[in-house]
């Protein structure tokens, strides 16, 4: 440790003391131990997360074949005539994550650019903590939003697709999308920050517009960071749970790909399901693990994608 | 912050100048080019007011649904099945605070702890620590259903068996804004330049009476609003108190160890599911409630983060 110094230079006086300590600091290294083993509490927590997703799953696939499992286009787990094909609450987890997209990538994305190229510093300093309020509002405040307000202003902007019942998959993932958008918007906003002045000052001194150094310079330049933003945003939206319970309904088990519908999602199964009460050790208490590992290893990927272009990025400029 | 900031009076006039000499030879930019410095802000504007509506849109809506059922006694009656006159979110609002003291008494002695070792122990070269760093950061990503997966496998039942209980949510919603706390611990101990370490060192402080004297003191204000943004995301999450019993019907106030519980949101959720429009009144009263509360959180936060900044 920094703080002894353990050897004193020879030939000093022989009344010399050392600077070192008198004796061994146990406290120091007690304290040490300690904070090491919170830091590695994370990892403990991720190993239980892991193995608490796992050790259902031999059971599981004893009863359910692996193959049926992942390529079967009937999810009704708890019918009396059961059927477990996972596809197509995947599928409408894909469906939030495309309709959440949709409406982040461009809201979000022109909010960044907005806000760290355009805007003047008072402007920002007021809109960017408001924009962090959206990202702090409960989910089953956006979810109820969703369900009572949006869902009948989509059936009446439009009149001409076929909505049924009170639950549609498209309106929740819109819904989701305005929940990811201050993350879009903050991380996107981060990067393009983090872009050298002297790039945009170069293509200024050329005589470029403030249009041609936004699109070709500073864009281009932060590239990596806006990828890592909407990977990130992605992850989430698969992610989110109360939301698509509220807004996108039970749905019916089999494959849909209509986004006025009631469609069930991964994270929405699994919320449903905790709540009715199913005893333990029964085949469909074991879905509940089985669609969570499929989830964990979805999101898990992203995150993963998402690291490795914010590293980059920062490798390039910091 | 924008280039503006950075720069300084003499690059600003070197780029003016760069800039004239440019326009001046190549003659004053296209048509196409006045319209894009227009419209391009212009849209980009609108993503912005998109965005601000749609947060507008949501608390309006739900201050306009909500506003008939809103009263005193909402915060102390216990929840009905019949009568949505007599109902409210006593018990629900017990819960939560229940659910949170356990999540605070858990989150900062642990949060801080793994940053300060992170930040200021660990070797960034050993692989041990390099693992750590990105777990926290997969961590953070993990969707907050799978913690409850987690919760219901391991801390309900399994090794720790609490059962649905008070404290097995507590647990669960404390391991899943941790690395929220971690990372914005890390963030406040990295702001503090390494001069006050080096002096505190110097005279003769061992390294953990430079942390708690010197370096904790200045970063607490980062930390405490690290700790408080998570309490507000804990205080507002509901998909891991599914998994662990916090949908549970009660009309008593929670015991920490023992019995069922319930808290706003997930009373909240389960309000919104009766048919009966007067408890769909109801949930939005809980929104604005939870939504109340939040705000008060958030502004304690910005307070403390404006009144305590240093700049060194």
Known sequence: MASTIDS??????????????????????????????????????????????????????????????????????????????????????????????????????????????????????????????????????????????????????????????????????????????????????????????????????????????????????????????????????????????????????????????????????????????????????????????????????????????????????? | MSDQEYRTERTRLAVAGARATTKSIVGDGARADRVSSFVFPAALLLGVVTALTALVAIIGYSLYRGWPALRWSLLTNVPSTVNPDNAGFGPAIWGTVYVIGGVIALIVPLGVAAALYLEEYANPTKWWNRVIELNIQNLAGVPSIVFGILGLAYIVRGPLSLGFVAAAGSITVALLVLPTVILASREALRSVPPSIREGSMALGATKWQTMRGQVLPAALPGILTGVILAVARAIGEAAPLLLTGAVTFVTFNPNFFDGGYSTLPTMIYSYAGRPQDAFRTLAFAGVIVMLIVLFAINSVAIWLRNRYERTW
Request: net charge positive; proline share 7%; glycine share 10%.
């Open chain 1, 8 to 318: 004193v230079a020879p030939g000093g006086g022989a009344q010399r003391r050392t600077l070192g300590a008198a004796r061994p600091r146990y406290g120091e290294k007690i304290i040490e131990t300690s904070i090491f083993l919170a830091a590695v509490l994370s990892v403990v927590v991720t190993t239980g997360i892991v193995l608490a997703l796992v050790t259902p799953l031999p059971e599981f696939f004893r009863v359910v074949p692996f193959g049926e499992f992942l390529t079967g286009t009937v999810w009704a787990p708890a019918f009396a005539n059961p059927s477990f094909g996972v596809l197509p609450i995947v599928v409408g987890t894909l469906m939030v994550m495309f309709f959440a997209l949709i409406v982040a990538i461009p809201v979000g994305l022109s909010s960044a650019i907005y806000l760290s190229e355009y805007a003047s510093p008072r402007f920002r300093k007021v809109v960017k903590p408001v924009l962090e309020v959206l990202e702090g509002i409960p989910t089953v405040a956006t979810g109820l939003f969703a369900f009572f307000f949006l869902r009948p202003l989509a059936e009446q902007l439009l009149p001409f697709l076929p909505w049924q019942g009170p639950f549609s998959i498209g309106v929740a993932g819109v819904a989701v999308g305005l929940l990811i958008v201050p993350l879009v918007a903050s991380v996107s906003s981060d990067a393009m920050r983090a872009v050298p002045a002297a790039l945009r000052e170069g293509a200024y001194g050329l005589g470029a517009t403030k249009f041609s150094v936004t699109v070709r310079v500073v864009l281009p330049a932060a590239l990596s960071g806006i990828v890592a933003a909407i990977v990130l945003a992605a992850s989430r939206a698969i992610g989110e749970t109360m939301v698509v319970l509220i807004a996108a309904g039970a749905g019916n088990p089999n494959l849909s790909f209509d986004p006025t519908k009631g469609v069930q999602t991964m994270t929405a199964y699994i919320g449903g399901r905790a709540t009715g009460d199913i005893a333990q050790g029964t085949v469909v208490y074991d879905t509940i693990f089985a669609v969570g590992t499929l989830l964990f290893l979805f999101t898990l990927a992203m995150n993963m994608l998402a690291i490795k272009f914010v590293r980059r990025f920062r490798e390039v400029y910091e």
